[in-house]
Nanobody, 126 residues
Framework: QVQLVESGGGLVQAGGSLRLSCAAS??????????MGWFRQAPGKDRDFVAA????????RYADSVEGRFTISRDSAKNTMYLQMNNLKSEDTAIYYC?????????????????WGQGTQVTVSS
């Protein structure tokens, strides 16, 4: 089994920054996990792709809405993924979820991800 635990959410003013962390434990990579990603869900909306990273080589992919403002990274020694969020906007307000999937390629559809964390709230005040 794979466990994912997010941290780092909070309240920040527009233009500010936050860094989210996702710690993976259990049989993460022996279970075949190759990609980890971040999704977000605002009230009444779908769960949307934010960013993902191929664990083996660190290759990232971003949603257009966050390109240039957010940076995804990972620390293989700590089995931890990060999302550095800069120049935050009110529309970034959502619950942010960490997810993992076993495909060889980055997938942006939430339903394709195999494992999920509980989520962490990010609120950006204008």
């Amino acid at each position: 089994q794979v466990q994912l635990v997010e941290s780092g959410g909070g309240l920040v003013q527009a233009g500010g920054s936050l860094r989210l962390s996702c710690a993976a434990s259990g049989r993460t990579f022996s279970s075949g996990v190759n990609v980890m990603g971040w999704f977000r869900q605002a009230p009444g909306k779908d769960r949307d792709f934010v960013a993902a990273i191929r664990w083996i080589n660190g290759y990232p992919r971003y949603a257009d809405s966050v390109e240039g403002r957010f940076t995804i990274s990972r620390d293989s020694a700590k089995n931890t993924m990060y999302l550095q969020m800069n120049n935050l906007k009110s529309e970034d307000t959502a619950i942010y979820y960490c997810a993992a999937e076993r495909s060889d390629y980055i997938i942006t559809y939430a339903r394709q991800y195999d494992y999920w964390g509980q989520g962490t709230q990010v609120t950006v005040s204008s």
